[in-house]
């Protein structure tokens, strides 16, 4: 990947907490894909989650956004709390008016755009700001149309998805995140299911949101990005964070020999 090269925020001590995840449980039937996971992210900060397939790495990110629901343990987002931990029991979740309002902090992007493809480029974007925050046309087409030249697709606005290359699409979406003004970016693999010449495209717009200071939790492949953007890395197996460290750290000596064994597939 082309000139990538800029983690260099450096303490994590004194920014406020955007995302505090503590203990998570999380079972479908008697599969427990999450053990006990805990995270903190804070503000700016971009987080990499890297690991093996089936290690739990969508469904950590989708209990996060309230796609699926924990079993045990606490979610809170900038403060407020989505998701209680109750001793022995099951977590206890915020109203649905709350979990509603506390999920829309955070935009997520899928591996598989789930753009609209009836919807132009511009619809899709100004969909969900004016159906679910309310807002005019008149005050989000502007600001649709400077996400999309920001994203290099403002000569798109009036095609259609099917249109568009896989890259283009996924900038779209991401595109589509932001116009919700969310405080934090959640991304699934954003580029797994492009070609190789089209992820270096959608790669630079996270790394340009990165370089703004978005607070980002990045699932993804891409060893480059994780080394170069992200600041933390953290490494999943089987359910478990098995380890969690700086990423020039991480890449330079990781400390777990599955760590290392990963790598040395990945790289
Ligand atoms: N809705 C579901 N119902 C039942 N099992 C599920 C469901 N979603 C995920 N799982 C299981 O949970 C485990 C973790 O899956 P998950 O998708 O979180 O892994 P992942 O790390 O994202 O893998 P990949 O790298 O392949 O995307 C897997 O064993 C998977 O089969
Ligand atoms: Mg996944």
């Known amino acids: 990947m082309p000139n990538m090269t800029s983690n260099s925020t450096a303490g994590q001590d004194a920014r406020p907490v955007m995302i505090e995840a503590r203990n998570i449980i999380k079972s479908f039937g008697n599969n427990r894909v999450l053990d006990d996971v805990s995270l ?8 990499a989650v890297i690991g093996p397939s089936g290690s739990g790495k969508s469904t ?11 079993d045990e343990g606490s979610i809170r987002i900038e403060g407020e709390t989505m998701a209680a931990a109750v001793a022995g029991e099951r977590s206890q979740y915020a109203s649905d008016a709350d979990v509603r309002r506390i999920c829309r902090k955070m935009g997520m992007v899928f591996q598989s755009f789930n753009l609209f493809p009836h919807m ?3 619809q899709n974007i100004i969909e969900a700001p004016i159906t679910v925050k309310g807002m005019a046309r008149a005050d989000i087409v502007p600001k649709a149309e400077e996400l999309l ?7 798109k606005r009036d095609n259609y998805p099917t ?3 896989g890259g283009q699409k ?4 991401i595109a589509r995140a932001l116009a919700m003004e969310p405080d934090i970016m959640l991304f699934d693999e954003p580029t797994s299911a492009l070609d190789p010449e089209l ?10 949101l990165a370089d703004e200071r978005m607070t980002m939790l990045v699932v993804t492949h891409e060893m480059g990005f994780a080394r170069e953007v992200a600041h933390r890395v953290i490494f999943m197996d089987d359910g478990r964070i098995v380890e969690e460290a700086p990423s020039a750290e991480f890449f330079a000596a990781a400390r777990h020999a599955r760590s290392r064994e990963f790598l040395a597939h990945m790289l």
Do not use: D
């Open 40 to 47: 903190t992210l804070g503000q700016g900060e971009v987080v």
């Open 199 to 208: 992820t270096g495209e959608v790669l630079r717009t996270m790394k340009q």
């Open 60 to 70: 950590f990110l989708r209990c996060l956004n309230h796609l699926e629901t924990i």
């Open 163 to 165: 249109r568009l290359s």
């Open 149 to 155: 030249r920001k994203v290099g697709l403002l000569n």
């Open 120 to 122: 132009t480029v511009l």
């Open 170 to 173: 996924q900038r779209v979406a």
